[in-house]
T-cell receptor
Framework: KNEVEQSPQNLTAQEGEFITINCSYS?????LHWLQQHPGGGIVSLFM???GKKKHGRLIATINIQEKHSSLHITASHPRDSAVYIC????????????FGTGTRLKVLA | GAGVSQSPRYKVAKRGQDVALRCDPI?????LFWYQQALGQGPEFLTY????????KSGLPSDRFFAERPEGSVSTLKIQRTQQEDSAVYLC????????????????FGPGTRLTVL
């Protein structure tokens, strides 16, 4: 079992839909990072959080440390949101080493 | 530049060839990381530098992989005698804050180098 699990692995949505991507982890962490990766390979940082909730534009990230779970929400989805979304955690031991999920591939149809 | 840059963006190598991948971190960032991302997988840690010191190379898959950062800024990942299983995207990331040898701050990623070994 991977230390960081994401669900779903693949997601297709219609433009305008509300989208939720989930991340569960099994280790103690100091922070969790949501990343966006476009087909060209480059990774863009979305959120880094260690508690509560963060919002940026149409994106919302939440984390529940007790339940070892985080969610990334996209409101009013758009085709340009199509990408792979990766959850990465910084464990409390060896804190500089991210542990990555395998990603959620999102496709938003116009 | 404003972000992490990597070159080349794409590299095709014949099996057995040596390759060198370059990373220019964000200016002033003391920490630099290399990751390997196989197709359809999440990135996996290769190695970590704090300034010019390579503090962790536990993720390097074999002794064919070598990384250096001689002046504490630009880093090069070298792969000798490439094999087909080395085909992957190689990502570099940098981070600004270091405490007792560990980086707690957010890592900023470069665009990656896609290596294809034929």
């Amino acid at each position: 079992k991977n230390e960081v699990e994401q669900s779903p692995q693949n997601l297709t949505a219609q433009e305008g839909e509300f989208i939720t991507i989930n991340c569960s982890y099994s280790v103690g962490i100091s922070a969790l990072h949501w990343l966006q990766q476009h087909p060209g390979g480059g990774i863009v940082s979305l959120f880094m959080l260690s508690s509560g909730k963060k919002k940026h534009g149409r994106l919302i990230a939440t984390i529940n440390i007790q339940e070892k779970h985080s969610s990334l929400h996209i409101t009013a989805s758009h085709p340009r949101d199509s990408a792979v979304y990766i959850c990465a955690v910084l464990p409390t031991s060896g804190t500089y080493k991210y542990i990555f999920g395998t990603g959620t591939r999102l496709k938003v149809l116009a | 530049g404003a972000g992490v840059s990597q070159s080349p963006r794409y590299k095709v190598a014949k099996r057995g060839q040596d390759v060198a991948l370059r990373c220019d971190p964000i200016s002033g960032h003391v920490s630099l990381f290399w990751y390997q991302q196989a197709l359809g997988q999440g990135p996996e840690f290769l190695t970590y530098f704090q300034n010019e010191a390579q503090l962790d190379k536990s993720g390097l898959p074999s002794d064919r992989f070598f990384a250096e950062r001689p002046e504490g800024s630009v880093s090069t990942l070298k792969i000798q005698r490439t094999q087909q299983e080395d085909s992957a995207v190689y990502l570099c990331a940098s981070s600004s804050f270091v405490s007792e040898g560990r980086s707690y701050n957010e890592q900023f990623f470069g665009p990656g180098t896609r290596l294809t070994v034929l």
